[in-house]
C-alpha cells in the first residue's frame, strides 16, 4: 500500500496545457454545397418573386412599376444567396479524438463542439436535391432533446457515412467500456462481501 | 421464453401481467376529465369563445352536447381500461395500453430517475395512487400506473431503488436504501415550511400573473359592469353623483386603482391559498443517495428523486420573492425541457425557503456545502452596446420623428425619455445580476432582472459547448458561452474571450474525462 501511494503520482495539469479548440483546422464542406446553396435560394425565392409579378395582371398597373416588386424580391432573394453562399465557405468541422466541433456564422461566428460521451445516436439524412449532388447532412442527438443538438450541413455522402459509422463506433466502445466497467465494480464488490464474510 | 439478457418475459395474457383494478376507472375517468378540462380552459375562457358558445346554443343544447362527451369519454376509459395490463418483473416494468393500437413499453429500472406518487382526494377512499416513472430522454412521462393499490406502489418504488442499487452490485447499500425508503416519512425533514412560507411563496408564484393575464379581457369585462352598477347605486343612495366624479378626475383616478388594488391583492390572498393547498404538509427528506417530497391536501404526492440523476440545482426569487424573502430551489433532471409547461409540473421543487435558510437547504439538495460565492460580472460593454442600440438609438429616431412632426405637445418627448430611462435601467439591473462563479468542480451562474437566479452544475453534467462571437464582440476581445445542459442551454454572455475559451477547454476536458454518463 505504501509502495502504490509512493509510486502514484497526480501532477497538476496548467489551464494552458488543456486541449485548445482554438488550435482546431477544421475541414471546409463540400465542393458541391455552394451549387447546393444558390439551387436552393433559387427554388425558395423564385415562387415569391413571380406571385408578385402577377400584379401586372392587375388593370391599369402598366408593366414598369410592375416589374419593381419582382426586382426587389429577387434583390433580396439575391443578397440571401450571397450570404448563404459566404456562408458555406466559412462552414467546417473537425474531429478530436474525444468530441466533434462545427464552425458556422459569418456575421456572428460560433464553434460547437459536442463530446462522444453525450451522442447517444447519429444519422444521416438528404434531400432529392442534396443526393443529386452528393451531399447529406449528420445530425447528432443527445439526451433528452427530440430535435437533433448539432447538425453537419453540406457533407459529401461518403464522407458523412464513414464519419456516421465512426462516431457509432466511438458510442459502442464507450457503452461497452461502461458495462465492463459495471461488471468489474460487480466483482471487486462481490471480493469485498466474501472477504467481509471470511470466505476469501 | 426469455430476452438476451435472460431475463423471464411473461406472454401478455399470462398470470404475471396484472390488471388495474377496478375501482380504476374512476380514477382514469376522473383524471381524463380533468385533464381535458385544464387543457381547453384557456380556449373557452381567453378567447371568449365560452361566451360566444353560450349565446349560440342553449342550455338544453350545452348539456346534451356535454353530456354526449361525457359518456363517449367513459366508454373510451372503460375499453382503455380493460386492455391496460402490467407486468414487474426484478429489472424491469412492462406496460401493455391504448385505445384503438396497443402498445408495449418496457423501461428498465436502472433508467428510471424520478418515482413520482400522487394520491388525490378522489383516489383516497379507493386506497388507489397514482404512479409515474420518468425516465431521461422522453419529453413525457414514459410509464404512468393511473391507480394501483398504495402498499403495492410502495413495492414499485422500493423494487426500482433495489434494483438500481443491484445493478451496480452494491446490495449492502441497497439494503440500507429500501430501509430509508421504508423509513421515508419517519426520517427528519430536511425541510418543512410553514404555512407562512407556503403562503408567501405561493405570493411570489409568477403563475398567478399567467393566468391572471390570461383571463383579464373577460374579467375586465364583469369588473367593468360591476363598477357600473356600483356607482349607479351610489349615486341612488345619493352617497356620490356622476357629476362629482367627472369634476373630480383625481377621485375617479382613485376608485380605479382602489378597484385595482383590490383585485391584485384578491389575487394574492388566492395564489397564496392554492400554493398552500398544494404544498400542504411539504417535508423533504433525503439520504445520500436520493431526496424524497412528500406534499398536498388534496392531492397528495411523494416524489424521489436519485441525486446522482440531478444534473444542475436552481435557486430562484422572483422580484415579489425578493419583498418578501423567499427562495425556492428547483432540481433539474435530464430530458425535462425546462421551457416546456407540460413538464413544469414534474420538476423537483422546494417551494419557501426563507432568505436565512438558503443556505443550509441548498447545501442539503446539492449534498455539499453551498454559500452564494462572489460572481465575476459580464463586461461593462453589454450594458454600453444595449444602452446604445436598444435604448439611445430608437430614442433619437422618435424624438427626430417628433421634432419634424407638426405636433407641438411636449408630453410626447418626455414620456419618450421616461420610457427610456426605465429601460436603460432595466438593462443596467440585468447587467448587474448577470455573473459566472468558477469552482473547483462546477460553475455557478447568476441571472435575472429584479429578481435573481443561481444555476449550479458540475462540469461534468454538460452536453455540449458554443462559443458565438458578434463582429463587436471579436473587436473587442469578448465571447459568449453557450453551456448545453441536459435542460436546456444556459448564456453566459460577454465574457472576455481568454476567459471564456478557458472555461469552453475546462468543460470539455471535464465531461470527456468524467465516468458520470449523460443519462
Given at each position: ?35 447546393y ?57 473537425a ?22 460521451a453525450?451522442?447517444?445516436?447519429v ?31 453540406g ?44 470466505d476469501? | ?38 387543457e ?46 402490467f ?13 384503438f ?11 428510471v ?31 404512468e ?14 423494487r426500482v ?30 425541510f ?29 369585462e ?12 351610489l349615486?341612488?343612495?345619493g ?36 400554493a ?9 427528506t ?22 446522482a ?54 447545501s ?118 453557450l ?29 470527456e474525462?468524467?465516468r458520470?454518463?449523460?443519462?
Open positions: 500500500m505504501i509502495d502504490q501511494a509512493r509510486s502514484f503520482e497526480n501532477p497538476q495539469t496548467p489551464s494552458e496545457a488543456l486541449p485548445d479548440y482554438r488550435a482546431l483546422v477544421f475541414e471546409p464542406v463540400a465542393a458541391g454545397f455552394r451549387g446553396v444558390a439551387v436552393t435560394t433559387l427554388v425558395y425565392w423564385l415562387p415569391p418573386s413571380l406571385f408578385v409579378g402577377l400584379g401586372n395582371l392587375i388593370p391599369g398597373v402598366t408593366l414598369l412599376p410592375g416589374l419593381v416588386g419582382p426586382a426587389i424580391v429577387l434583390l433580396i432573394g439575391l443578397l440571401v444567396g450571397m450570404y448563404r453562399g459566404l456562408d458555406a465557405d466559412r462552414r467546417g468541422w474531429l478530436r479524438a474525444h468530441d466533434i466541433a462545427a464552425r458556422s456564422g459569418i456575421v456572428w461566428r460560433s464553434i460547437t463542439v459536442l463530446p462522444f453525450r451522442i447517444q445516436h444519422e444521416t439524412t438528404s434531400g432529392p436535391l442534396e443526393r443529386r449532388r452528393g451531399l447529406a447532412r449528420l445530425k447528432l442527438f443527445t439526451a433528452g432533446g427530440s430535435s437533433a443538438d448539432l447538425t453537419l450541413i457533407l459529401d455522402a461518403t464522407t458523412a457515412d464513414r464519419l456516421r459509422e465512426h462516431l457509432a463506433e466511438q458510442i459502442r466502445q464507450r457503452d461497452a467500456g461502461a458495462a465492463e466497467e459495471g461488471a468489474g465494480a460487480a466483482a471487486s464488490d462481490d471480493l469485498a462481501d466474501h472477504s467481509a464474510n471470511g476469501a | 421464453m426469455s430476452d438476451p439478457a435472460g431475463n423471464t418475459i411473461a406472454a401478455p395474457g399470462s398470470p404475471d401481467w396484472e390488471r388495474l383494478p377496478s375501482a380504476a376507472v374512476v380514477a382514469m375517468y376522473l383524471r381524463g376529465i380533468q385533464k381535458a378540462v385544464r381547453n380552459l384557456f380556449v373557452f375562457v381567453g378567447g371568449g369563445t365560452g361566451a360566444l358558445v353560450s349565446d349560440a346554443f342553449g342550455l338544453r343544447e350545452l348539456a346534451l352536447v356535454g353530456g354526449g362527451l361525457l359518456l363517449l369519454a367513459l366508454l373510451a376509459t372503460l375499453i382503455y381500461h380493460r386492455r391496460f395490463r407486468l414487474v418483473a426484478d429489472d424491469a416494468v412492462r406496460v401493455r395500453s391504448g385505445l393500437e396497443v402498445k408495449e413499453l418496457k423501461v428498465r429500472f436502472e433508467r430517475q424520478n418515482v413520482a406518487f400522487s394520491q388525490p382526494l378522489y383516489l383516497k377512499p379507493l386506497g388507489l395512487t397514482r404512479v409515474k416513472l420518468e425516465t431521461p430522454g422522453a419529453s413525457q412521462t414514459e410509464v400506473l393511473p391507480g394501483i393499490p398504495h402498499e403495492r406502489a410502495l413495492a414499485l418504488r422500493d431503488a433495489g434494483a438500481q442499487h443491484d445493478h451496480r452490485a452494491d446490495r449492502r447499500e441497497a439494503a440500507r436504501s429500501a430501509d430509508a425508503a421504508e423509513r421515508g416519512l419517519d426520517s427528519p425533514a430536511l418543512a415550511p410553514s404555512f407562512g412560507d407556503l403562503f408567501r411563496y405561493g405570493m411570489t408564484s409568477s403563475q398567478l400573473w399567467i393566468v391572471l393575464g390570461v383571463v383579464a379581457g373577460p374579467l375586465a364583469r369588473i367593468g359592469d360591476r363598477v357600473e352598477d356600483s356607482v349607479a347605486w349615486e341612488r343612495v352617497l356620490i353623483g356622476i357629476g362629482e366624479l367627472s369634476s373630480a378626475p383625481l377621485l375617479a383616478v382613485g376608485l380605479v386603482l382602489a378597484v385595482i388594488a383590490l383585485f391584485i391583492a384578491l389575487g394574492l390572498i388566492v395564489s397564496g391559498l392554492i398552500w393547498v398544494r404544498f400542504y404538509g411539504y417535508r423533504l433525503g439520504d445520500p443517495e436520493r431526496l424524497q417530497a412528500v406534499y398536498g391536501l388534496l392531492d397528495k404526492r411523494e416524489k424521489s428523486l436519485k441525486r440523476k440531478l444534473h444542475s440545482l436552481e435557486v430562484v426569487q422572483t422580484a415579489f420573492g425578493r419583498l418578501l424573502g423567499r427562495w425556492h430551489a428547483v432540481g433539474h433532471q435530464a430530458g425535462l425541457d425546462a421551457l416546456n409547461p407540460i413538464n413544469q409540473d414534474k420538476r423537483f421543487l422546494v417551494p419557501g425557503i426563507p432568505n436565512a435558510r438558503l443556505e443550509e437547504v441548498t442539503e439538495l446539492a449534498d455539499r456545502a453551498w454559500s452564494p460565492p462572489s460572481f465575476r460580472r459580464i463586461d461593462p460593454r453589454f450594458r454600453h452596446v444595449l444602452w446604445k442600440r436598444l435604448v439611445l438609438l430608437p430614442l433619437l429616431l422618435a424624438l427626430a420623428g417628433w421634432w419634424f412632426s407638426p405636433a407641438d405637445s411636449v408630453a410626447l418627448p418626455l414620456l419618450l425619455v421616461g420610457l427610456g430611462v426605465v429601460a436603460a435601467g432595466l438593462i443596467h439591473l440585468r447587467w448587474r445580476r448577470w455573473g459566472v462563479h468558477v469552482g473547483e468542480h462546477g460553475l455557478q451562474l447568476r441571472y435575472g432582472l429584479i429578481g435573481t437566479t443561481i444555476l449550479l452544475f458540475e462540469d461534468a453534467r454538460c452536453q455540449q459547448i458554443r462559443i458565438q462571437q458578434s463582429p463587436y464582440q471579436r473587436r473587442h476581445g469578448l465571447a459568449t458561452l453551456i448545453g445542459l441536459p435542460h436546456g442551454v444556459k448564456t453566459v454572455p460577454w465574457l472576455p474571450e481568454s476567459l471564456a475559451a478557458a472555461l469552453a477547454n475546462r468543460l470539455l476536458m471535464r465531461i474525462t468524467s458520470v454518463h449523460a443519462l
